[in-house]
């Protein structure tokens, strides 16, 4: 037991690690020899009296700026011919086109063109036809609010309307009348 103790206050002076003392009681169990080095970290070290491989050293080339001589020198040994870009079918015109179809459509790909739908003719109503149906139009809203007891509210709006469209009637009238009667004096002069 004195021998135990005794080894366990050496290892304890020598300050080795939980890994080396582990190494060393292991081997002395087994009853073998002692390990002549043991690695402080771990086992997957492998052995400390392995050296790692030294990195190799790089070799630093000159950096810095060329002499002028120097550069001259090399743009004159130079046989290569310089860079040409290929020439280009590059139209700016057609590509912004194509670019703002893709906008507007989301496709630069040209849309089918609509069918012309057929242009519905409609006969002209007359001016004087459209301001008696606007007319009509007021006396029959004027009629509707008195039937809900608010024509008072609108009348004087609606006859100042009603006003108005009669006095267009009566201009449209007079220069009618103002044809006929020249074109009645053509037919006169032409028999």
Known sequence: KQW????????KESKLTNFQQRVIKDSMKGGGTLPTRVNPAHSEDGPSYVKKKKKPMVVQRPSGLKKRETIEQ???????EPYKPA???????????RLTDILVFGTDKPLPKPKPQPVVTRPV????????DEINERR???????SLGQAEQYRKQIETEISQYIREMEVIDKKRNAELNKMK???ETQS
């Open 125 to 132: 109503k007359d001016r004087f036809d459209e301001i008696q």
């Open 4 to 11: 135990y103790q005794r080894r366990v206050r050496v290892m």
């Open 185 to 187: 004096e053509m037919k």
């Open 87 to 97: 020439p280009s079918k590059y139209n700016s015109a057609k590509e912004k086109e």
């Open 140 to 146: 029959e809203f004027l009629k509707e609010m008195e």
């Open 74 to 80: 090399e743009i004159a040994e130079d046989d290569t």
